[in-house]
């Protein structure tokens, strides 16, 4: 240890902890604040927006310091956290006054991002995840565990990509990976997850009978396959170290994680992280207010957080068990007959507490007198609830009743125990009801009198003294005294002990008000330090209840996760939707669940779909702009994930043949701030599209072949068409909408091809959107017409007509392209496509530069009309 001589000795002890504690900003508790020093205090006063001070380090030398109340640390905790940093706790562990030299001081525990339990700082409605991984090549062990609520699970990855769609679909915080990966994996973390702290472990930690015998002992078991981890090598040595990680550093022996889920990515529907994105099915992609206009904003109705929680599971997770689709399906079905009688149960799951995020904290021993009363009201509900699924009968419903056991004796002990308004803190009593425990109730009875007894002592010796203005008080420094003032001592009798001069009165004990001063001060610190004896020993009682507590809270969750999906359906009048295994998706009256709720003035226009393998198979969907392309694609999509979900849809009638994976493709993607074109972006999405899906998926393609010029898009557009019609492995179900309205051709090519388009009426030059989707192409892009409707000027729309009129005299027609050679030879060629002119012509690089997207229909159509001059020689 570098002890630097020059230091005070508290400094010395500072830096002995900061030295075994390096990774965090260091909490160094001294009397009723958290102060920090040196770089910590530096660095934590810029973030926090607290002074910089100083404080005498030792032979005249001056540390940089800033504090922070203890009592207030929590919204600091957060900054800091958010900032990046982590934060380690140094309390006290002995009392300053009864201390002999310096107070010793400990790391109690430190704060990561994923190991934080303060309610201040997690959000209740949102897991907060801590994640794990290790691997080898190919292959990759996750474990995930959410501290806060003690789920616990497991799974192993074959692709990098796969990690991180099943990264992407968690609510992360943290994630854990070996030193090794440092390089090659945080840097793509940071990229993809720039929210989450990636903390790198040692290597050696990585080692799989330590890590097994960590689980084994943990869960008091001797085998792992009873938690179907036998063949999880990976898996299980990702699991051990984050099990592990938490322990340390909140310092606990996390007892709340009661068990190990293994889990498949194949068991839910796959959705990748852009398709999670441009659903928008938890964040918007434009965000107004909170959650607004998003899937989650429709749907959760929920009342309690561990409800919201467990939906946003299930929207992140639709299923592909036609089984467990249906078991749902009954219990939103019986709820949503039940009708306004919902309006009860929902009264009912409102009052009933975060049992989850509780338990976490009476295990963690974090939890306070007000935590159990909370649980105590919670318990206290729970008969009446059980009571009203008397009502039920489906089989979802029923189990659940199953789990709402009864715990009425942990109720009464609570009852019994703990006071309704307990104080926050522990050591400070008022915490035990009288009448619970006899030795508390006579300390307190003495410490009560005490104050009696005062006021009985200076009646008694004014009495005695004859001094009318003698006052019996108390400090904390001298205890208790009689003073005197000056002009009354001579009166002031013998056996009075002098014990302080003040400047116009003197201070007195006597052996009585001694003897009396050790029994009152005793008994109140006694009957302190037994009420937290008391209450450690009921809160590590309820610890014994954990296993029906739990059950009980999943209980709840899924109760109230089918109550806000039964309510919303009756709220905006959605059907049941039938889910089967055949690959025909049949939509009448389709609508989109967020655009319904937000369209005002016009109504909003549903839609029908009809989806399969075969004549059905791709519908190309094209229509001018503004016409509602993307809203009818994105709704069907919508549709297949809230049936597979469990919930009802908003349309008249709908059967959706189950879907293994969404995918989606939305144009102009702005990711320019990643450092990638939105071009490249596209065509990446493109390519993970056409590698990964299968007849079983439903593709979503809005605008392909937008980023680049019009003859690439076109060309790629229609290649990529062509793979997915073609491809027997891929052949899935596909929307695809596009403005080219050549792409409608393909209907005469491909018998798995279907033209639609978005309806609009011509009416005096205006056009007038009707929001229909009918069969065939469109045969006009009315571009100028939405720019009219945006206000440009009119004498510009004019002279666009103008042009427009010229150029489609000359269309670009798909015949006078050269025909890519894949046509008539087949697939392999199909990359040729993108060369499908010249580069050396400098077509394609004029093309690129000019964006589409960004320029006004009628600034396109000019310069595409320059370019067509300048390279086609029309
Ligand atoms: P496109 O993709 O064809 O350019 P959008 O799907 O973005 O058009 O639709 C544009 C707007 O039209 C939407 O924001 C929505 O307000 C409205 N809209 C779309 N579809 C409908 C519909 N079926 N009923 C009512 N309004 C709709
Ligand atoms: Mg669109």
Redesign the pocket.
């Known amino acids: 240890m570098n002890m630097d001589g020059t230091l005070t000795p508290m400094m010395q002890q500072y830096r002995q902890v900061k030295e075994s504690h390096p990774d965090g900003v260091l909490f160094f508790r001294l009397g009723d604040f958290y102060e920090m020093f040196f770089e910590d205090a530096q660095k934590a006063s810029q973030i926090l927006n607290i002074a910089l001070t100083s404080r005498e380090a030792g032979k005249g030398k001056k540390a940089p310091m800033c504090g922070i109340p203890f009592h207030a640390a929590e919204s600091y905790i957060a900054k800091l956290l958010s900032a990046g940093l982590k934060v380690s706790i140094c309390e006290q562990m002995e009392d300053p006054a009864q201390a002999r030299g310096i107070v010793k001081r400990e790391v109690i525990r430190t704060i990561t991002p994923g190991t934080v339990l303060e309610t201040g700082v997690v959000a209740d409605k949102r897991n907060n995840f801590l994640a794990s991984i290790t691997g080898k090549g190919d292959q990759f062990g996750l474990s995930l565990m959410d501290v806060t609520t003690g789920e616990f699970k497991v799974t192993e990855l074959t692709s990098k990509e796969e990690l991180m769609r099943e990264l992407a679909r968690q609510s992360l915080s943290e994630c854990l990976i070996p030193k090794s990966f440092e390089q090659d994996l945080s840097l793509f973390l940071s990229r993809e997850l720039p929210r989450v702290m990636v903390t790198a472990i040692e290597d050696w930690k990585y080692d799989f009978e330590t890590c097994q015998n960590l689980l084994k002992e943990h869960f008091h078991i001797q085998s792992l396959d009873g938690f179907g981890c036998r063949d999880l090598t990976w898996g299980v040595m990702a699991s051990g170290l984050i099990l592990n990680y938490v322990k340390e550093t909140l310092g606990n022996s996390a007892t709340h994680i009661t068990q190990l889920l293994s889990y498949q990515r194949t068991d839910a529907l796959r959705l990748d992280k852009i398709t999670l994105r441009n659903m928008e099915l938890l964040d918007s992609l434009h965000p107004m207010e909170g959650n607004k206009g998003t899937l989650l904003w429709v749907l959760d109705q929920t009342r309690t957080a561990m409800g919201s929680r467990l939906l946003q599971h299930w929207i992140t997770h639709p299923l592909l068990d036609l089984h467990e689709i249906y078991r749902r399906q009954e219990g939103v079905g019986e709820l949503f007959e039940w009708g306004v009688e919902l309006g009860k149960l929902r009264e009912i799951l409102g009052d009933i507490r975060d049992l989850e995020r509780l338990l976490s904290r009476i295990h963690c021993d974090f939890a306070n007198a007000r935590d159990l009363v909370s649980l105590r009201i919670s318990l206290e509900i729970m008969p009446t609830l059980k009571a009203q699924l008397n009502l039920f009968h489906c089989e979802i419903l029923s189990s659940l009743r199953e789990d709402l056991v009864d715990l009425s004796p942990l109720k009464e002990l609570i009852e019994k125990a703990i006071e309704d308004h307990a104080p926050l803190g522990l050591r400070e009593g008022g915490m035990i009801r009288h009448g619970y425990d006899l030795a508390l109730d006579e300390l307190r009875d003495i410490a009560r009198s005490g104050k009696d007894w005062v006021t009985q002592l200076q009646k008694k010796e004014i009495e005695r003294t004859g001094i009318k203005s003698l006052k019996v008080g108390y400090n904390r420094v001298f205890g208790y005294y009689i003073e005197v003032s000056s002009p009354n001592l001579p009166q002031v009798p013998l056996d009075y002990i002098r014990k302080q001069t003040l400047a116009n009165a003197e201070r007195f004990i006597t052996e009585e008000l001694k003897h009396y001063e050790e029994k009152i001060l005793g008994a109140q610190g006694k009957s302190e330090a037994l009420e937290y004896e008391i209450f450690i020993k009921i809160r590590d009682e309820v610890k014994s209840y954990t296993a029906s507590i739990q059950k009980m809270a999943q209980a709840v969750a899924t109760l109230d996760t089918l109550t806000s999906l039964a309510l919303v359906a009756l709220k905006n009048d959605y059907v049941w939707p039938q889910v089967n295994d055949s690959d025909v998706i049949e939509i009448e009256e389709g ?2 669940p967020v ?2 709720q ?2 005002v003035g ?6 029908d779909t009809l989806l399969d393998g075969h004549e059905n198979q791709i519908l190309m969907i094209t ?10 694609l994105r709704q069907v999509a919508l549709i297949v994930l809230m049936a597979q979900m469990g919930s009802f849809v908003p349309a008249q009638k709908a059967s959706i043949g189950l879907v293994d994976q969404i995918f989606t493709r939305i144009g102009a993607n702005d990711e320019l701030a990643r450092g990638q074109s939105t071009f490249m972006v596209e065509m990446n999405e493109t390519a993970n599209i056409l590698h990964h899906a299968t007849p079983k998926s439903l593709v979503i393609l ?1 605008e392909i072949g937008r980023g680049t010029s019009t003859f690439d898009g076109i060309s790629i557009a229609w290649s990529v068409a062509e793979y997915l019609h073609q491809d027997p492995d891929v052949k899935a179900r596909t929307l695809f ?1 596009t403005h080219y309205h050549e792409l409608t051709d393909l209907e005469m090519t491909l018998p798995g091809v279907k033209n639609y388009n ?1 309806m609009v009426r011509e009416w005096n030059d205006k056009i007038i ?1 009707v ?1 229909k989707i009918v069969r065939g192409g469109a045969d006009k892009s009315y571009g100028i017409h939405v720019a009219r409707l945006a206000g440009l000027p009119k004498a510009v729309i004019e002279r666009a007509k103008d042009i427009l009129s010229c150029l489609e005299e000359g269309t670009i027609r798909l015949e006078e392209l050269p025909k890519g050679p894949f046509l008539e030879k087949g697939l392999e060629d199909a990359p040729r496509q993108l060369t499908l002119f010249d580069p050396r012509s400098g077509l394609v690089e004029a093309l690129k530069i000019l964006d589409l997207d960004r320029l006004t229909p009628v600034d396109a159509l000019l310069k595409l009309k320059e370019l067509k001059e300048k390279f086609l020689k029309v």
């Open positions: 609508r989109h655009i319904e937000i369209s016009e109504g909003f226009v549903a839609n229509g001018p702009n503004m016409a509602g392309k993307s809203t009818y809005d909408a978005v959107f929001r």
